[in-house]
C-alpha cells in the first residue's frame, strides 16, 4: 500500500488543521493506522493510532481531548484533526499503516509510511 499524507501548512497558535492520509494500491480497510511526528532534532513520536474498522483509538496521553483520529474506509483515507494548535506541535506529520498490529505505538510495528506532511504553528 501506498500512502500520501497532506494537509499541513502553517496556522496560528489556537488554529487548526486536518491532515488527510489516502491509501493507494490496497484497501486501506485491511490496515490500521497511526499518526506520528517528528521535530528537527528529535525522535519521531507517537500522536495517535486507529484500528481497522475505526472502533477503537489511542492516543498520546497528551494529544488526547485535543486531536482526533478518524478514517473512512469507503474512500481509503484517515485524518488526523488537530485542534487548539501549539508552536510545540511544530513537527513533519507521517501517516502510517500495519497489517500486524492495532492500535501500535511503536514505529517498527508500522509496515508501510507515507512521506510527510509539515506543521508549522507560530506564536
Known amino acids: 500500500v501506498q500512502l500520501q499524507a497532506s494537509g499541513g501548512g502553517v496556522v496560528q497558535s ?3 488543521l486536518r491532515l488527510s492520509c489516502a491509501a493507494s494500491r490496497l484497501p486501506l480497510s485491511l490496515y490500521s493506522m497511526g499518526w506520528f511526528r517528528q521535530a528537527p532534532g528529535k525522535e519521531r513520536e507517537f500522536v495517535a493510532a486507529i484500528d481497522w474498522r475505526g472502533s477503537s483509538t489511542n492516543y498520546k496521553d497528551s494529544k488526547k481531548g485535543r ?3 478518524s478514517r ?4 481509503n483515507t484517515g485524518y488526523l484533526q488537530m485542534n487548539s494548535l501549539k508552536p510545540e506541535d511544530t513537527a513533519v506529520y507521517y501517516c502510517a499503516a500495519s497489517r500486524r498490529f ?10 508501510y509510511w507515507g512521506q510527510g506532511t509539515q ?3 507560530s506564536s
Open 14 to 16: 489556537g488554529g487548526s
Open 119 to 121: 506543521v508549522t504553528v
Open 72 to 75: 473512512d474506509n469507503a474512500k
Open 67 to 69: 486531536f482526533t483520529i
Open 102 to 111: 492495532s492500535v501500535a505505538e511503536v514505529p517498527t510495528d508500522y509496515d
